[in-house]
């Protein structure tokens, strides 16, 4: 697609929008592009206005006319709204759809509800500021105040003068179709993880102490993946007892076990012995055919045992995954899936929605629905179920290129919560991270606007990458580098 932009806006913000239409486009300019944009603003006294033509290669036409009147949070804002609307209004027009977040484009819809809320506007305010001025429709706009309420709930006092540690486990046994994570397979691959093991021990000593040097008390521990539960029991034993140090006053730890075929008692147990108490064990979808045409390489009956085997080591709190939209997964068989899952009834509940991967095979094949009829009605069938068993949703977010602009949602018991999916969403403190592919994100206090400076400080993406720098000879100078770039932000904000 090629925009041309008159008037004050960063052609971005369009192409973001355009996004929820045209999944996948590009955004260059092109001797014969597909598709045209041209987008006009014209501040007013008394506001912006802006209008859009839209065209494609076919000779379809479509425009668009909006007004808004300068709002007290910005004249950005404001141009942004007019303007975006006026696209929604002309792309909607040309291509039928009509995406259930309307303009809203961030990756967390539950930020715009906080502010609004914050703002001193009541929950019906805030969701009807949601339809009207963003144009999402009423379900999205109760759903984002929704988790914006409970996360206001749950946030306390002190947590922004903790902090959070996040284990990377980049290993999976298979690759299923629809992913693209960091995450390696293949024996030769997986024949680094002992070594990767003794690295990653390293660097939790590491952080563990710099941790303490900076004064902070942990308050989550999460291990990630992949799949960590790829490891051997006494990998995963001889991992868990070197988070002592990290784990031993912390409020929550989880480990995402993930992968039903992965779970066994021993590893549960050795989980359970070191103070695990969250884990995750995510079917996706319990449809036999389904699960095998992804490249799961687990059966229904294998993620039910895994689940019996979880809740029989005294793990506290389960959280089941599912994936709504799966290709070949219609709505009537994912009811199915919710139906059973809610019968299970564990503590913690994530529905995702199907999202293709710029480097997974599903992506390559073409094998999706870029609007989602099934994925949106799945994903109502979700909330419906998780509402009907007396979950809430505490958490949201949203990833480019989900199957019908939808959004991947955390429900929860209450008092069941993620606290750590509630940190990172939010960025309320400091989350360090260890491991291949890991980012540590430095989150300061808020000052007196509530604006948190934050900076992010990436690990080496690949194991063999990570484990090149302990070889080279680099990793102190790196470490040097990073314990002195920690403690500047820390100075810079008064935070030590």
Request: glycine share 8%.
């Amino acid at each position: 697609m090629k925009i041309a932009v008159e008037g004050d806006l960063n052609p971005y913000y369009i192409e973001t929008i355009a996004m929820a239409f045209f999944p996948g486009e590009k955004f260059r300019d092109e001797d014969d592009p597909r598709l045209t944009a041209r987008v006009c603003l014209f501040d007013r006294d008394d506001g912006s206005f802006s209008a859009v033509t839209l065209g494609d290669r076919d000779g379809g036409t479509a425009s668009g006319e909006d007004f808004e009147p300068w709002r007290a949070d910005g004249a950005d804002r404001t141009r942004k709204l007019s303007s975006g609307r006026a696209f929604f209004k002309a792309a909607s027009a040309l291509t039928g759809y009509r995406p259930p977040w309307g303009i809203m484009t961030g990756v967390r819809p539950s930020k715009l509800a906080t502010e609004f809320l914050t703002s001193g506007l009541t929950e019906k305010e805030s969701a009807d500021e949601i339809v009207n001025s963003y144009l999402a429709i009423p379900e999205k706009a109760r759903l984002a105040v929704g988790v914006a309420k409970t996360e206001r709930e749950l946030i306390k006092p002190g947590d922004d003068g903790k902090c959070s540690v996040y284990i990377a486990i980049p290993f999976c046994p298979t690759r299923c179709d629809y992913c693209s994570f960091v995450s390696y397979t293949s024996p030769r691959l997986l024949s680094l993880i002992p070594e990767y093991l003794k690295r990653l021990r390293d660097d939790i000593a590491f952080t563990a102490s710099l941790i303490r040097d900076l004064g902070l008390k942990v308050s989550t521990v999460y291990i990630g993946g992949g799949t960590p539960t790829v490891l051997e029991p006494d990998q995963l034993d001889c991992l868990l007892d070197s988070l002592y140090p990290l784990t031993e006053n912390a409020s929550e730890f989880t480990l995402e076990a993930g992968r039903p075929d992965t779970i066994t008692a021993e590893k549960m147990k050795a989980a359970a012995s070191h103070g695990v108490g969250r884990v995750s064990v995510n079917p996706q979808t319990l449809n036999d055919s389904v699960l095998a045409a992804i490249g799961r390489k687990h059966t229904v009956e294998q993620f039910f045992n895994a689940y019996a085997i979880a809740r029989d080591a005294g793990i506290g709190t389960v959280n089941v995954d599912l994936i709504a939209g799966l290709p070949g997964d219609d709505p009537d068989s994912f009811e199915n899936t919710c139906g059973r899952i809610a019968e299970l009834r564990p503590e913690n509940l994530t529905v995702h929605t199907f999202t293709v991967k710029k480097s997974a095979k599903f992506k390559e094949e073409g094998a999706f629905d870029r609007e989602g009829k099934d994925a949106e009605r799945s994903v109502s069938v979700s909330s419906r179920y998780a509402s009907g068993a007396g979950y809430r949703p505490y958490y949201m977010y949203r990833q480019k290129n989900t199957v019908g602009n939808l959004e991947n949602v955390g429900y929860s018991l209450p008092g069941c919560e993620c606290m750590y999916n509630v940190y990172m969403m939010e960025e309320i403190h400091t989350v360090f991270a260890c491991g291949a592919s890991a980012v540590t994100k430095l989150v300061s206090t808020p000052g007196a606007d509530g604006y948190r400076d934050i900076k992010r400080s990436f690990e080496s993406k690949y194991p063999y990458e990570y484990l090149r720098e302990s070889e080279s000879g680099l990793l102190g100078e790196k470490r040097k580098k990073l314990t002195a770039d920690i403690l500047s932000f820390y100075r810079e904000h008064n935070m030590v």
